[in-house]
């Protein structure tokens, strides 16, 4: 069943029947709308009612109209972004192209022209690319390097759902990475989320991309993005997408604000957290050192197993030589449960442990060193791991190490 009725796919193109939206990218560094996402709109004639742009989409692709629709759209983008343009020159343009548009359109200049045509500079636009409807990396390739040459920066669209390609940062090297929905969709209460959304942003950042957070809904999402670097924030939040003449910009002002008093507010209390925890993390390692130095001689386990029984925060605990190898058992703390999996298994005394992070920070001249969250290989939770240097009662160098559960 049709969703519009009494016009053709062909007569909207003809006709123009279409009307274009805004949604604004927000920097909360620059407390300010930096530009717009463009969102086409079929409207019916009738009654003046809104099309859904993928019903369009999907009957152009069935006539084999869909690079002239595409150009319909990206048109009436530009047209009703220039008026806002000319009064706020150093604003952007985030505009879709469809890949069948991409591919049967390279080479044309038709993007160009239009822009020219409404005097806006290529600077100005971002171009969102969904890489993962380009099944031909050869022509997409051929396409960025064409158009960034013209001076447009170029986007990759939902980064993150689906199976997207990493590889493609690398070879298409776009100016922005837009994280999906999918991942922004409750953030802030997962942490697996967290870590997909961090190792995209500093991928991004270290390979020259800034990140847009699209989808934000809540305070609490814009938050935790804002916590893990995104450079610019996109959603309802900030208001539904609209014409740029029904923009409440005054809104948009006000939500801004609000949400850099929280995480000014938010910031402060999770630095405060942190060293917290750290200030706690170094009163277990001191106090299970001091009982190691005045501990019995050839018993350094039973001295472990008492000190970390009562202790819910300590997974296991065990002890190197200023080699790296194990000289002690690994002792489990009591209250964990049996690992998930035989490959997470407690390393026995004579292991090698000199690559591991927190000896070769202690070999370099540290007293006590912190690890950064990671899977525990003995007991397969996500943890961190103290270590400290001491001297036992028979005066050799030793290391403590003890793992925190996160």
């Known amino acids: 069943m049709r969703e519009y009725d ?3 796919i062909e007569e909207i193109i003809e006709k123009e029947l279409i009307t ?3 949604q604004p990218l927000i920097s909360f560094k620059r407390k300010q709308i930096l530009g717009f996402e463009a969102l086409s709109r079929g409207v019916n004639p009738g009654d003046k009612s809104l099309i859904n742009p993928q019903i369009l989409i999907r009957e152009a692709e069935k006539y084999g109209l869909i690079l002239d629709l595409d150009r319909l759209f990206r048109k009436k983008a530009l047209e009703n972004f220039a008026l806002y343009y000319r009064k706020n020159p150093n604003s952007v343009l985030s505009i879709n192209l469809e890949s069948n548009a ?16 409404q005097k806006i500079a290529p600077s100005s636009i971002i171009i969102e690319i969904l890489e993962s409807e380009v099944d031909d990396i050869t022509v997409l390739k051929k396409f960025v ?3 960034r040459e013209l001076g447009f ?6 980064f993150g759902a689906g199976f997207s390609n990493w590889d493609r940062i690398v070879s298409l090297r776009p100016d922005l990475i837009k994280l999906d929905r999918s991942i922004i969709d409750g953030i802030e209460n997962d942490f697996y989320k967290q870590e997909v959304a961090r190792s995209i942003t500093r991928l991004a950042h270290n390979t020259g991309s800034m990140v847009i957070a699209e989808g934000i809904e809540t305070e609490e999402e814009s938050l935790k993005v804002l916590e893990l670097n995104a450079d610019m924030l996109q959603g309802y939040l900030f208001g539904m997408p609209s014409e740029m003449t029904s923009l409440n910009t005054g809104f948009i002002s006000e939500t801004i604000n609000t949400i850099s008093s929280r995480y000014i507010i938010s910031r402060n209390d999770r630095h405060l957290k942190e060293e917290n925890e750290i200030r706690h ?7 299970v050192t001091n009982a190691l130095v005045k501990g019995e001689l050839y018993l350094p386990e039973e001295t472990l197993k008492s000190m970390i029984k009562n202790d819910r925060t300590i997974e ?5 030589n200023d080699s790296g ?5 690994t002792v489990i703390n009591t209250r964990i449960k049996n690992s998930r999996s035989k490959i997470f298994q407690p390393d026995d005394p004579g292991s090698d442990q000199s690559n591991k992070d927190y000896f070769y920070s202690l070999l370099n001249g540290h007293d006590k060193y912190i690890t950064d969250p990671y899977i525990s290989t003995a007991t397969g939770s996500l943890c961190i791991t103290i270590s400290k240097k001491y001297i036992d009662p028979e005066g050799r160098s030793r290391i403590l190490c003890v793992d925190i559960k996160k």
Request: hydrophobic fraction near 40%.
């Open 6 to 8: 009494n016009i053709t």
């Open 20 to 22: 274009t939206y805004f």
């Open 102 to 117: 991409i591919q049967e359109g390279l080479g044309s200049g038709n993007l160009l022209k239009a822009v020219e045509k």
């Open 145 to 147: 390097n064409e158009y």
């Open 153 to 158: 920066m170029i986007a990759l669209d939902d």
């Open 281 to 287: 993390f170094k009163q277990i390692i001191d106090r």
């Open 316 to 320: 296991c605990a065990y002890i190197l």
């Open 325 to 329: 190898v194990q000289t002690s058992e």
